[in-house]
């Protein structure tokens, strides 16, 4: 069974840019979340989604943004990129609905703020 | 206060030693707990949770986490550690008093010495 992917590995941008990242959960998860992780701040959680509604999200403001589609892809936005921006962004998708069920983590992708 | 702590941002260990990583978290309830691990240029792996029930859980790789409620603590043990043990450790607690909300600790890194 293939892993979680997240496209683009790898993007830079400039301050004031918008982007937009891309997960394919686990075939047959249909819960995802994303997490930004940084060496200052470690990981933090930015939201959770399941069966395309967001189940709860963390303390980040509203230019982090995000949705998930029918098939479970899930999609986040960064709105007004600022420098603070640049971070590893982890997705991770778990099975249906268990909020204690493990989760399983794509390599990541890592934006570079200029 | 964080909602999860791990104390130490390194612990050094010799090969064949015992190991403890220290993880307390400050959520009321019953919070769903885990640990999960970080190897170099590799993506974030499940080791082990508490749900509920035995308050010793084993996962993967020999690794065990003992839960205790009246310390809140969730301390992740190996009985005979590796040198390929070596990595960064993050405790997670799912808080199910706050929206289900996931905080992941810090992060403790393991070395492992021959």
């Known amino acids: 069974k293939a892993g979680v992917t997240q496209t683009p590995r790898y993007l830079i941008k400039t301050r004031g840019q918008q982007v937009t990242l891309s997960c394919s959960p686990i075939s047959g998860h249909r819960s995802v979340s994303w997490y930004q992780q940084t060496p200052g701040q470690g990981l933090q959680f930015l939201f959770e989604y399941f069966s395309e509604t967001q189940r709860n999200k963390g303390n980040f403001p509203g230019r982090f943004s995000g949705r998930q589609f029918s098939n479970s892809r899930s999609e986040m936005n960064v709105s007004t990129l600022e420098l603070g921006d640049s971070a590893l962004y982890l997705c991770a998708s778990s099975t249906a609905g268990g909020l204690y069920n493990e989760q399983f983590f794509g390599p990541g992708t890592r934006l570079t703020v200029l | 206060a964080q909602s999860v702590a791990q104390p130490e941002d390194q612990v050094n260990v010799a090969e064949g030693n015992p190991l403890t990583v220290k993880c307390t978290y400050s959520?009321?309830?019953?919070?769903?707990l885990f640990w999960y691990v970080q190897y170099p240029n590799r993506g974030l792996q499940f080791l082990l949770k508490?749900?509920?029930?035995?308050?010793l859980v084993k996962g993967s790789y020999g690794f065990e986490a003992e839960f205790n409620k009246s310390q809140t603590s969730f301390h992740l043990k190996k009985p005979s550690a590796l040198v390929s043990d070596s990595a960064l450790y993050f405790c997670?607690?799912?808080?199910?008093?706050?929206?289900?909300?996931?905080?992941f600790g810090s992060g403790t890194k393991l070395n492992v010495k021959p």
């Open positions: 508490y749900i509920t029930g035995d308050n």
């Open positions: 997670a607690v799912r808080d199910r008093n706050n929206f289900n909300k996931f905080y």
């Open positions: 959520v009321s309830g019953n919070p769903y």
